[in-house]
């Protein structure tokens, strides 16, 4: 869930356009945006404090041929809670859960690892290398 | 006492177009996008999530184009807006100790686990108006990469701690106040100022922080340690019973390190003061950071008689929406106020005259 809490509707919707249709499905519940509190602690370690709120849309589907689908994603887009809500669903059933992982999570996953990764290279070349009187006169 | 007034509704609808239109400036030009808002005023956008106190970087952007960049009315129609929704629940406690790190300093160690990472910063900046940015500009060349340590990154409160050299935060697990459904009441607990400070006007924590450092506080602090970069937010939906991963959020942390001359009970040691903001929020984090601690006064049995230490002084007055509410309103009619002053000094000179 937190790979499809990640990612926009668009790009959820480009990796369906690679995998098997999804189930019918019907709305229980949304989507519909809402608030969660975001707590922090206190001195980083301590006990929990209200740091303020988020936007968060939720959605709640059921399977014409049975099963539910939950989703939280943080934002306000409601196409992309309804289809993590109807993956969520679809992901619980044995017949498509490999064929889904493989069209639509995984590779989900590697563009966000990869978008990580390219932070973390970025933040690495602003990194201090500090030298001292020794080796400034080598 | 104020008056109904009628009368002022054509007024007032043409005073509102006229904002739009200046709003919209020279039609001639480009309309601003709230995503260019978004992408090219970030730290604008950031401000205003922080004290709007709701991470939306979308409704954000939004508010400042519809302020015209006025950053505290854009951070009161965020909280506005804020109202029309319901809220889910709480999340987890977000793990700052976890944060994928854009940056991360000690003015306290030059050398420690993970180093100094500067990510995007202004610091050593000249300062100088860059006018390449006010011509067309050639697409801008992508930051250098280097290879990624994957050294963790202690937080430096912890190195200090682990020598006993620093006060551990106590094991507080109470429910904390939420000063968005229950009106603050004094005194209040850490967790209870934490958030007014974490909502609080950037402005006004500086300048109370500012005091600290001149000598109303007597703080002496030292920066520990700064960090801004990515925090994984969960959330336990009640249908589903375990936490679930909402997304991430970008926030900035700040830990002051503080002297502590020591009490009976406890030896001469550091403690710390607690800054936690939405979005990338230096200053904003490094002024609570500094507020906290002075609000720590009488929990660490120091004199406390500076603004920065009396919780009332703090607490009420560092939300900006409130207090614009409370300036704000002298403009509104107060005539029957005014006639009543105005009799009493006529009254009054009459009598002196006698």
């Known amino acids: 869930m937190g790979v499809l809490a990640r990612a926009t509707a668009g790009q959820i ?121 020794a080796n400034m006169r080598s | 006492m104020y008056v109904a007034v009628k009368g002022g509704e054509r007024a007032i609808g043409n005073a509102h177009a006229w904002l739009d239109e200046t709003r919209r400036g020279d039609p001639a030009l480009p309309e601003l996008s709230v995503q260019q808002v978004e992408q090219q005023l970030g730290l604008a956008v950031d401000r205003v999530m922080a004290e709007g106190s709701c991470h939306d970087r979308g409704l954000a952007a939004l508010a400042v184009k519809q302020a015209k960049g006025d950053l505290i009315e854009a951070a009161f129609l965020l909280r506005a807006y804020r109202t029309t929704l319901a809220r889910f629940g709480t999340s987890e406690p977000v793990e700052t100790g976890a944060m994928r790190i854009q940056r991360r300093i000690s003015a306290t160690y030059k050398d420690l686990p993970g180093g100094q990472v500067l990510g995007p910063t202004f610091d050593y900046t000249h300062r100088l108006l860059d006018f390449a940015l006010a011509a067309e500009r050639e697409a801008v060349p992508p930051a250098a990469e280097a290879e990624a340590d994957p050294t963790p990154m202690p937080r430096v409160t912890e190195l200090l701690a682990r020598e006993g050299l620093m006060r551990r935060e106590p094991a507080d697990t109470t429910e904390p106040p939420d000063l968005t459904r229950e009106p603050m009441r004094f005194p209040t607990s850490r967790a209870g100022w934490l958030q007014a400070l974490a909502r609080g006007d950037e402005g006004f924590l500086l300048g109370l922080g500012y005091s600290t450092q001149r000598g109303y506080g007597n703080s002496h602090p030292f920066a520990g340690e700064i960090r801004m970069g990515e925090v994984t937010v969960e959330f336990t939906p009640p249908e589903l019973g375990f936490a679930i991963e909402l997304g991430e959020i970008t926030v900035t942390e700040c830990q002051m390190v503080n002297q502590f001359a020591g009490s009976k009970s406890e030896p001469p040691q550091f403690t710390r003061g607690y800054g936690l903001v939405f979005g990338h929020g230096e200053r904003k984090a490094m002024a609570m950071a500094l507020v906290d601690r002075g609000l720590r006064a009488e929990e660490l049995g120091e004199p406390a008689e500076a603004p920065a230490q009396s919780q009332e002084f703090v607490l009420y007055h560092c939300d900006n929406v409130e207090a614009t509410g409370f300036v704000e309103h002298l403009k509104l009619p107060h005539y029957v106020d005014f006639q009543s002053e105005l009799e009493k000094i006529r009254t009054l000179r009459k009598g002196g005259g006698a």
Do not use: I
């Not at chain 1, 939720?58 to 049975?66: A, D, F, K, N, T």
């Open chain 1, 13 to 133: 919707a480009a990796r369906l356009e690679h995998a098997p249709a999804l189930p019918p499905h019907r709305r229980l519940r949304g989507p519909e945006a809402g608030l969660v509190m975001v707590r922090g602690r206190q001195g980083g370690d301590g006990g929990p404090f209200n740091l303020g709120e988020m936007t968060v849309t939720r959605c709640s589907v059921r399977l014409e041929e049975g099963g539910l689908g939950h989703a939280y994603v943080a934002g306000r887009d409601l196409r992309q809670a309804e289809l993590a809500a109807l993956l969520d669903a679809a992901l619980q059933l044995p017949a498509l859960r490999g064929a889904l992982m493989a069209a639509v999570v995984e590779p989900l996953a590697a563009m966000q690892a990869a978008a990580v990764a390219t932070l973390a290279r970025k933040a690495a070349a602003t990194k201090v290398e500090f030298f001292t009187m």
